[in-house]
């Protein structure tokens, strides 16, 4: 080759190599796609927390127990009354006298009291030619007092008082029924996300298993076309690979299924949102098992904490209001009143003010009675849903811990299988490598170490969702959040 052209093909080169140089440094840097963050259960947990319309319509119970508190308020509200009457009537003192016509307009407040007081002020004008005996001003104008008090019956316990009474407990009725769905719905969510992290871990067994099938598959072919094996090796080899290929669709829809499953838990913008595979994260660690001393604190303060032990509370002190009720109903009826007279013809006879009591006596007392046994009844009943909630709370942390201990041990005997299962595996490749052995026996090692890895697996699953039924069985996710009030109320003014 000439020297020239030798010269000018270096220059190109140097020249090609200079354009990629700059062209390399032209171009921005591309940002390099990070690794996607695992999904955690406390996000999940979160995201219910935040998003769950259950939980919201858990939340909207307490809106409904303000209303019923405003509800039971209403029957005390003072009320403004303006009422005038007039009337035409002849003295029967004196016939000869004209026909008169008088009246009054009376102007007052009417208040109740939940102890069963009702009280009146204010002012009354007559109409016409009018006496005032009693607290007259301005000539025809009086002062309005009236009181009526009960003494027996309806004293302190009357029926709009008990009303208000169940009122008061509607609002933590309703922190109850929030905090048992946040239980449900934690407890779900988690034994949820679980079942999808061990789906994603199953279908990956399953491609490796495929991977190291189809790989055979092409050697035992090679070795058949040069008849270094038989054809029905290839045949086998071939066969397995559909199998397994087979296996892993029906593991690709158990994920699907799973993921679809735990949409139901990850909402954004009223939808569900299917978590994307990428964030299946591995098994944590195990914990240490919780102490002897550890469990019987958490029995004690599951007690309290468990809503279902708290709403039978809450259900034996609306009983006793009811209780109460029904034995205030077994009193006498004893009222005592005093208040201006409403009547215009006593009015301008000089009857400003009547005073009264009245006494009522009932004899056979059915209904009262009747409420009374369907109280104490009710009353006795609760005592022993108390005490068989009690227990039932002791029963689930001792069975969780029972799931946690025994899942632990699978744990431990599925990983001494899989070892075991993989040097089998491996001892049988080796043997298959020397001749001494066939596809079949391969093919059967491979999937039993494939059925341990599974079994290993699942013992994890079932070991972290049995940390969530221990968490369920303490009350852990009972207290309710300040998120599940999702409407902020105004009271109506």
């Given at each position: 080759m000439p020297i020239s052209r030798l010269a000018a093909s270096a220059a190109l080169c140097s020249l090609l190599l200079l354009g990629t140089v700059f062209t390399a440094a032209?171009?921005?840097?591309?940002?390099?796609?990070?690794?996607?963050?695992?999904?955690?259960?406390?996000?999940?947990?979160?995201?219910?927390?935040?998003?769950?319309?259950?939980?919201?319509?858990?939340?909207?119970?307490?809106?409904?127990?303000?209303?019923?508190?405003?509800?039971?308020?209403?029957?005390?509200?003072?009320?403004?009354?303006?009422?005038?009457?007039?009337?035409?009537?002849?003295?029967?003192?004196?016939?000869?006298?004209?026909?008169?016509?008088?009246?009054?307009?009376?102007?007052?407040?009417?208040?109740?009291?939940?102890s069963g007081v009702r009280a009146i002020a204010g002012y009354r004008r007559a109409i016409g030619v009018a006496k005032i005996p009693d607290l007259s001003f301005d000539k025809n104008q009086q002062v309005l007092l009236g009181a009526s008090v009960p003494l027996l019956r309806g004293l302190l316990v009357n029926p709009e008082?008990?009303?208000?009474?169940?009122?008061?407990l509607a609002d933590p009725k309703a922190?109850?029924?929030?905090?048992?769905?946040?239980?449900?719905?934690?407890?779900?969510?988690?034994?949820?996300?679980?079942?999808?992290?061990?789906?994603?871990?199953?279908?990956?067994?399953?491609?490796r298993a495929l991977k190291v099938a189809e790989e055979r598959a092409k050697q035992v072919e090679q070795r058949a076309k040069a008849g270094a094996a038989a054809p029905l090796d290839a045949v086998e080899a071939n066969q397995e690979v559909q199998r397994r290929r087979e296996t892993l669709i029906a593991a690709?829809?158990?994920?699907?299924?799973?993921?679809?499953?735990?949409?139901?838990?990850?909402?954004?913008?009223?939808?569900?949102?299917?978590?994307?595979?990428e964030r299946a994260p591995d098994f944590p660690k195990q914990l240490p098992l919780p102490t002897a001393?550890?469990?019987?604190?958490?029995?004690?303060n599951a007690k309290t904490a468990r809503p279902e032990i708290r709403e039978v509370a809450i259900e034996a002190q609306l009983n006793n209001i009811d209780l109460e009720l029904a034995k205030n109903n077994l009193l006498p009826s004893l009222d005592a009143e005093a208040a201006p007279a409403r009547n215009p013809e006593k009015f301008v006879l000089g009857l400003g003010y009547k005073f009264g009591m009245e006494?009522?006596?009932?004899?056979?007392?059915?209904?009262?009675?009747?409420?009374?046994?369907?109280?104490?009844?009710?009353?006795?009943?609760?005592?022993?849903?108390?005490?068989?909630?009690?227990?039932?709370?002791?029963?689930d942390v001792d069975n969780a811990i029972s799931?946690?201990?025994?899942?632990?041990?699978?744990?431990?005997?599925?990983?001494?299988?899989?070892?075991?299962?993989k040097t089998l595996e491996e001892g049988e490749r080796f043997r298959f490598s020397l001749g001494a052995t066939s596809v079949l026996f391969v093919n059967l090692r491979e999937r039993n170490a494939v059925d341990s890895e599974n079994q290993w697996i699942r013992a994890q699953a079932d070991y972290q969702k049995a940390q969530a039924f221990y968490q369920w069985a303490i009350g852990t996710w009972a207290k309710s959040p300040a998120s599940a009030v999702p409407v902020s109320y105004a009271p109506v003014r």
């Open positions: 032209a171009e921005p840097d591309k940002p390099r796609a990070l690794p996607p963050i695992p999904l955690t259960l406390d996000e999940v947990l979160a995201r219910v927390d935040r998003t769950h319309p259950l939980l919201k319509g858990a939340g909207a119970e307490k809106i409904v127990a303000r209303g019923k508190m405003l509800k039971a308020l209403g029957a005390f509200e003072p009320a403004l009354v303006n009422d005038s009457e007039i009337e035409r009537f002849i003295s029967s003192i004196d016939p000869n006298q004209s026909t008169k016509t008088v009246g009054f307009n009376d102007t007052f407040l009417d208040m109740k009291h939940p008082n008990a009303e208000l009474q169940r009122s008061e922190d109850v029924q929030i905090a048992q769905m946040r239980q449900d719905l934690f407890l779900a969510a988690a034994g949820q996300y679980w079942d999808w992290v061990a789906a994603w871990r199953l279908v990956d067994v399953q491609r690709t829809r158990a994920v699907e299924q799973e993921q679809y499953k735990l949409s139901m838990f990850l909402w954004e913008k009223d939808s569900p949102t299917v978590p994307p595979g001393e550890i469990v019987q604190a958490d029995k004690v006494l009522r006596v009932p004899f056979l007392q059915r209904r009262g009675k009747g409420e009374v046994l369907e109280a104490q009844g009710k009353a006795d009943r609760f005592v022993l849903l108390q005490k068989f909630r009690e227990q039932q709370v002791v029963v799931a946690i201990e025994r899942a632990k041990e699978r744990i431990a005997a599925s990983f001494q299988s899989l070892q075991l299962a």
